[in-house]
């Protein structure tokens, strides 16, 4: 059965950093693309970043303006978002997904496995 779950959200003020890890279970974690995605309340489900299954690529939304970093350490099975310059705007449910052999699509519906999520909150 495979797991991912995210973990390191909570509530911060603006300026400050985040990382998130997204930990995967029960799957060849090396042959996957991962991303991260965010939804905020009554907001469709937004691209954040992705790195490809062989972590060669790298993409990230333009919104962010750079402050968004992701990387991956496939010997523990982990994929991480860092967030620098927090803004209130950055505050959703922050998703990991993954795609087998993903290059590091920008679409949803492109990865086969989601996390629960975790809640960033970022006050002014």
């Known amino acids: 059965q495979v797991e991912l779950v995210e973990s390191g959200g909570g509530t911060v003020q603006a300026g400050e950093s985040l990382r998130l890890p997204c930990a995967a279970s029960?799957?060849?974690?090396?042959?996957?693309?991962m991303a991260w995605f965010r939804q905020a309340p009554g907001a469709d489900r937004e691209f954040v970043s992705s790195i490809s299954w062989t972590g060669g690529a790298k993409f990230n939304a333009r919104s962010l303006n750079g402050r968004a970093t992701i990387s991956r350490d496939d010997a523990k099975n982990t994929v991480y978002l860092q967030l620098d310059s927090l803004k209130p705007e950055d505050t959703a449910t922050y998703l990991c997904?993954?795609?087998?052999?993903?290059?590091?699509?920008?679409?949803?519906?492109?990865?086969?496995?989601w996390g629960q999520g975790t809640q960033v909150t970022v006050s002014s």
């Open positions: 997904a993954a795609e087998y052999r993903g290059s590091g699509r920008s679409g949803a519906s492109s990865y086969q496995y």
């Open positions: 029960g799957l060849t974690f090396s042959d996957y693309g």
